[in-house]
């Protein structure tokens, strides 16, 4: 297993540019995350997805757009990309069982914007 | 929406030293809650969790927290913190109309530094 996995782990942008980071997961969890940490500021929710077929905005949904192919991938697009969007980025899955709500976290994705 | 307090920004300790870490949150119902560490350069990883039962929990690596549901609180604590424990802490709390879709929110971390 190798749990969830994030592509690339490490990009430069400039202003303006559009990318996609990637995200899977092997534990046929039905709930996938998208999370932007910055220094100070905790984890922030992008955009989660509870089931396949369905997405929704989290806290900071602006600039972002996601996409859920399938049950196992869970990508996330930046259009036009602004320096604030500098951050590392985190993917969590989440699957279903009873009072069981832990998240596992993939290794990050370290975003630049110049 | 909810809010997670965490107090100390940064906590620096000697080894052997014990450890709490305060965590309040807002929410008044049923709540799930978890402490989760990030090592430098690496993933969060989960520390411990409570949903219900006895207040005190035990985690690896022999962290503990207990839930004081009067307080709002979750403090995470180590007797003896070793150099290794160097990382930064994170309380999340699962709560309200997000709780079935499985939302954290996140604390804003407390970073421990130990030093040998």
């Known amino acids: 297993n190798a749990g969830v996995t994030q592509t690339p782990k490490f990009q430069v942008l400039k202003t303006g540019q559009s990318m996609t980071l990637q995200c899977a997961q092997d534990m046929n969890h039905n709930s996938m995350y998208w999370y932007r940490q910055d220094p100070g500021m905790g984890l922030r929710l992008i955009y989660y997805s509870a089931s396949e077929g369905t997405t929704d905005k989290g806290e900071v949904p602006n600039g972002y757009n996601v996409s859920r192919l399938n049950k196992r991938e869970f990508s996330l697009r930046l259009e036009s990309a602004a320096p604030s969007q500098t951050s590392v980025y985190f993917c969590a899955s989440r699957g279903i069982s009873v009072g069981y709500n832990e998240q596992f976290f993939g290794p990050g994705t370290r975003l630049t914007v110049l | 929406a909810q809010s997670v307090s965490q107090h100390n920004h940064h906590v620096i300790l000697s080894e052997a030293a014990s450890l709490e870490l305060g965590c309040n949150y807002s929410?008044?119902?049923?709540?799930?809650l978890f402490w989760y560490v990030q090592y430098p350069g690496q993933h969060l990883q989960l520390l411990l969790k409570?949903?219900?039962?006895?207040?005190l929990v035990k985690g690896i690596k022999g962290f503990e927290a207990e839930f004081i549901k009067s307080k709002f609180s979750f403090n995470l604590r180590k007797p003896s913190v070793q150099w290794s424990d160097t990382a930064e802490y994170f309380c999340?709390?699962?709560?309200?109309?997000?709780?079935?879709?499985?939302?954290?929110?996140f604390g804003r971390g407390t970073q421990l530094t130990v030093w040998p």
């Open positions: 999340a709390v699962n709560a309200g109309r997000g709780s079935t879709l499985g939302r954290l929110y």
């Open positions: 409570y949903f219900s039962g006895d207040p």
């Open positions: 929410y008044g119902g049923t709540v799930n």
